[in-house]
């Protein structure tokens, strides 16, 4: 008999899992002099240390930047404010993904998303524009645009013309997808750009980043609650699938946690199943992602300090001066004669006439160191 052989083709649609971003822009260097068009009309803001492009024209109009841009597999990420106004076809952005002209006004032939029609039914569409003019709707969203404000968006495209539209309402937001569309006419590009169309009470309310830069989850605070738990503190919210007991480890002696609990949804508190090591130690912190998982911490060491009791005759004052001549300040040589690190907040200093607190923040006096206490430091130093 015969083997029969029968080779099955399995068409599997073109998933959107492009990677790499087809054109970006943060503005960092608050320069476009690279872009062409009515550069005189835009300025920048910066917001969180985040720089933004800004219109800032004079009067009712049109303004519109291109800059040279060739890849069309990938996606585009971009930011845009219509700030506080209701778009319409008489105060609207179009964003031109792929053009053959550096002119958005002439006969071009690519793609743009509108953000802003007449009506109360606002969503980004995405056009085929041939020769200038819409010819075709690719995509149609779905996210409410109607009353202008922020928006993150992205548009992946791939090699066969898949489109797919997803859409964040703030600029750090969560983007969801909510539009696909097919459509591979053009399939080569030379220009990026926008246009904006706008009223004279309009014509400062656009605003435009063309590359999300959201600051990293980081460590705002690390501290010792008590001889065996850490406090932690970071700068956003976490995931809590990602704090795990094996991200925390204490060196020397590979410590990790042996629970943590978490108290809010920004800090955890770490609890050692026995006391910290004495002195100074490292606390290494890794794989910590923020609760949107769109950063991740860099791997941090935090060095922190467990002071130990001290016991009478631990400090003494080793050496003073009083009633110096000249300019000399007075001052009080502290010695940790033991072998452990102690903590001088709190202590106080005086003699007859007064008594003022050392420090009420922790001061640490290393073994058989010293601290020497003088209301003029600077002065102290440059004669000792
Ligand atoms: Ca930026
Ligand atoms: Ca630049
Ligand atoms: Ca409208």
């Given at each position: 008999?015969r083997a029969?052989?029968?080779?099955?083709?399995?068409?599997?649609?073109?998933?959107i899992?492009?990677?790499?971003?087809?054109?970006?822009?943060?503005f960092?260097?608050?320069?476009?002099?690279?872009w062409?068009g009515?550069n005189a009309?835009?300025t920048?803001i910066?917001?969180?240390?985040?720089?933004l492009l800004?219109q800032?024209?004079?009067?009712?109009?049109?303004?519109?930047?291109?800059i040279?841009?060739?890849n069309?597999?990938?996606?585009?990420?971009?930011?845009?404010?219509?700030?506080?106004?209701?778009?319409?076809?008489?105060?609207?952005?179009?964003?031109?993904?792929?053009?053959?002209?550096a002119?958005?006004?002439?006969?071009?032939?690519?793609y743009?998303?509108?953000?802003?029609?007449?009506?109360?039914?606002?969503?980004f569409?995405?056009?085929r524009?041939?020769?200038?003019a819409?010819d075709?709707e690719?995509l149609?969203?779905?996210?409410?645009?109607s009353?202008?404000?922020?928006?993150?968006?992205?548009v992946?495209r791939?090699?066969s013309?898949?489109?797919?539209?997803?859409v964040?309402?703030?600029?750090?937001g969560?983007?969801?997808e909510?539009?696909?569309g097919?459509?591979n006419?053009?399939?080569?590009?030379?220009?990026?750009?926008?246009?904006?169309?706008?009223t004279?009470t309009r014509?400062?309310?656009?605003?435009?980043?063309?590359?999300?830069?959201?600051?990293?989850i980081q460590?705002a605070d690390?501290s010792?609650?008590n001889a065996?738990?850490?406090?932690?503190?970071?700068s956003?919210?976490?995931d809590?699938?990602?704090i795990?007991?094996?991200n925390?480890?204490?060196t020397?002696?590979?410590?990790?946690?042996t629970?943590?609990?978490?108290p809010?949804g920004?800090?955890?508190?770490?609890?050692?199943?026995?006391?910290?090591?004495s002195?100074?130690?490292?606390l290494d912190i890794?794989s910590?992602?923020d609760?949107n998982?769109q950063?991740?911490l860099a791997?941090?060491?935090i060095?922190?300090?467990?002071?130990e009791?001290?016991?009478?005759?631990?400090?003494?004052?080793?050496e003073?001066?009083?009633?110096?001549?000249?300019?000399?300040?007075?001052?009080?040589?502290?010695k940790?004669?033991?072998s452990?690190?102690?903590?001088?907040k709190?202590?106080k200093?005086?003699?007859n006439?007064?008594?003022?607190?050392?420090?009420?923040?922790?001061?640490?006096i290393?073994?058989?160191s010293?601290?020497?206490?003088?209301?003029?430091?600077?002065?102290l130093?440059?004669?000792y």
């Open positions: 008999m029969l052989i029968i080779v099955i083709l399995v068409f599997i649609p073109s998933l899992i492009a990677q790499s971003a087809n054109f970006q822009d943060d960092t260097d608050q320069d476009i002099s690279d062409t009515d009309d835009f920048f910066t917001e969180s240390g985040n720089v800004h800032d024209a004079a009067s009712a109009g049109t303004s519109q930047l291109s040279p841009s060739t069309v597999v990938g996606f585009w990420e971009f930011f845009i404010r219509l700030d506080g106004f209701n778009p319409s076809d008489g105060n609207k952005s179009e964003i031109y993904l792929m053009s053959d002209s002119n958005f006004d002439q006969a071009i032939d690519g743009m998303l509108q953000a802003g029609e007449d009506g109360s039914g606002d969503v569409r995405l056009f524009i041939s020769d200038g819409k075709g690719v149609t969203g779905t996210t409410d645009i009353g202008g404000g922020d928006f993150r968006v992205r992946d791939d090699a013309g898949n489109w797919a539209l997803s964040a309402n703030s600029y750090s969560v983007i969801v909510e539009a696909t097919t459509d006419t053009y399939s080569s590009t030379s220009f990026f750009g926008f246009k904006n169309t706008y004279a014509a400062g309310k656009f605003f435009f980043d063309f590359k999300i830069d959201i600051p990293p460590i690390a010792l609650l065996s738990t850490i406090n932690v503190t970071f956003k919210d976490y809590p699938a990602t795990q007991n094996s925390f480890t204490i020397p002696g590979n410590l990790n946690p629970s943590i609990d978490q809010s920004s800090s955890v508190e770490l609890v050692f199943g026995s006391n910290l090591p002195g100074s130690f490292d890794t910590i992602e609760s998982n950063t991740t791997d941090t060491t060095t922190l300090f467990r002071f009791e001290y016991q009478t005759g631990d400090i003494i004052i080793n003073f001066l009083k009633d110096p001549p000249g300019a000399l300040e007075e001052y009080v040589e502290l940790n004669t033991s452990r690190l102690l903590n001088l709190d202590w200093l005086g003699d006439g007064s008594l003022s607190t050392i420090s009420d923040q922790d001061l640490a290393f073994p058989d010293f601290v020497v206490i003088s209301s003029d430091t600077a002065a130093k440059s004669v």
